[in-house]
């Protein structure tokens, strides 16, 4: 199995700077993709940033362009989101998520990366909250 691990939320002021980080375990041979999802409160998930460990592809919902950046260091078995000039709409739960098929390694590039539905490993959550 694969295991995910976010930490680095936290309350900010609007316009200021915070990192999330992702550490995997497990199996992370089986990871093909990695992706941060947030939710508000009475609102849907949503996909904010995914990449793809071997070639590095990124995709960012177009609220995050230019703010958020994902990275992954596969030495360190984590995915990282830096994210700037925050904004009080950001403010939500952050989840990080990877797909994989057990025993296979590597993968497919999926249909839609920031689609929830692409994913079957998820973490628990870290709350990032933005005040004005």
């Known amino acids: 199995q694969v295991q995910l691990v976010e930490t680095g939320g936290g309350s900010v002021q609007g316009g200021g700077s915070l990192t999330l980080s992702c550490v995997a375990s497990?199996?992370?041979?089986?990871?093909?993709?990695m992706a941060w999802f947030r939710q508000a409160p009475g609102k849907e998930r949503e996909g904010v940033a995914a990449?793809?460990?071997?070639?590095?592809?990124?995709y960012y919902a177009d609220s995050v362009k230019g703010r958020f950046t994902i990275t992954h260091d596969n030495a360190k078995k984590t995915a990282y989101l830096q994210m700037r000039s925050l904004k009080p709409e950001d403010t939500a739960m952050y989840y990080c998520?990877?797909?994989?098929?057990?025993?296979?390694?590597?993968?497919?590039?999926?249909?839609?990366?920031?689609?929830?539905?692409?994913?079957?490993?998820w973490g628990q959550g870290t709350q990032v909250t933005v005040s004005s």
């Open positions: 497990g199996f992370t041979s089986w990871v093909n993709c």
């Open positions: 990449i793809y460990a071997g070639g590095g592809s990124t």
């Open positions: 998520a990877a797909d994989g098929v057990p025993g296979r390694v590597g993968g497919e590039r999926l249909n839609d990366p920031l689609s929830t539905g692409e994913y079957n490993f």
